[in-house]
């Protein structure tokens, strides 16, 4: 039972929405109409298993490998988003929970019955460990370890489109989607100056220990002002690009703001996505009662 604890903590029941509104997303940008996949079977198991699975892959193998510089860090000593040290004599557990969440997450792509599915679920899964495990450890490589948490996130996005019968091809390139893996980019770049102190102690590469805090933070807001260049509309996605951007330039004049805006802009992603959601369930129930 301690044992399962553990493994609900460590996968931040907080943390559980962020794959599967991704995941939605993708489904309402996707050939199909939205109603209809929410229907199939294949569609809900993929939807479900980038909640609690996902989740504890992502930050189960980060707390098994950052176990050194968490126990330095004041933001993991609370349950939460921010996440807890992970006791050393549990991490074989975690370890072997994330594999077994890893076939889950595969198998569910399988049954989509669509090659391109596969190859994006298959990719999400690598970087997933990838980020945190040797011997890539992309949180380590500066600029990239941001660069690659963007990317995990717009797989999650891709994996909904993908289900959906999105194809890998020019037009997928064009989605509105990939916004929001730039935008996660920059709120990497904010976490790691919030965790700047605790990863220099331990020798940590990062993209704030490397180029210092107020580089990462530019780089951040250049991430978000780069999107609302793509997005150039104030539509639910280009205000929650705006608000995001308007979080991440105080820390860059005031350091010690920055633990207060990334928590801002995590609530607001999840205000924001909860906003756009609503806003296209009522064009769809509009366009039901035009039909009927």
Not at 84 to 105: F, G, K
Not at 167 to 175: A, C, I, P, V
Not at 194 to 216: C, K, M, S, Y
Not at 234 to 241: D, N, R
């Amino acid at each position: 039972m301690e044992s399962f604890k553990v493994l609900l903590r460590t996968s931040r029941p907080v943390g559980w929405f962020f794959g599967p509104i991704l995941y939605a997303i993708g489904l309402v940008h996707s050939p199909e109409p939205f109603t209809s996949l929410l229907r199939k079977r294949a569609v809900i198991l993929q939807l479900l298993s980038l909640s609690f699975p996902l989740a504890l892959i992502v930050f189960g193998v980060n707390d098994v490998y950052d176990f050194e510089t968490d126990t330095r860090n004041a933001r993991k000593k609370i349950d939460g988003l921010e996440g807890t040290i992970l006791d050393p004599n549990y991490h074989a557990v975690v370890t072997l929970a994330a594999w077994v969440a890893t076939a889950v997450i595969l198998a569910t792509s399988f049954t989509s019955g669509r090659r391109s599915n596969v190859a994006v679920v298959s990719l999400l899964l690598f970087l997933s460990w990838q980020y945190s495990a040797p011997p890539s450890r992309l949180k380590e490589q500066p600029f990239f370890d941001s660069l690659s948490n963007g990317v995990i996130i717009d797989l999650a996005y891709l994996t909904g489109y993908t289900a959906g019968g999105g194809r890998l091809d020019r037009r997928m390139l064009t989605l509105k989607g990939h916004i929001l893996g730039l935008c996660t980019a920059g709120v990497h770049a904010l976490g790691a100056v919030v965790d700047v102190d605790a990863d220099a102690a331990v020798g940590q590469r990062t993209i704030a220990t490397v180029f210092g805090p107020r580089l990462a933070l530019v780089f951040g807001a250049v991430s978000y002002l780069t999107a609302l260049f793509i997005e150039r509309q104030l539509t639910v996605f280009g205000v929650y690009i705006l608000g995001g951007l308007l979080m991440m330039v105080p820390p860059i004049v005031d350091l010690s703001l920055a633990h207060a805006a990334f928590q801002a802009v995590v609530y607001w992603t999840g205000v924001m996505s909860a906003i756009w959601f609503a806003q296209k369930a009522v064009v769809a129930a509009r366009r039901g009662r035009g039909s009927d």
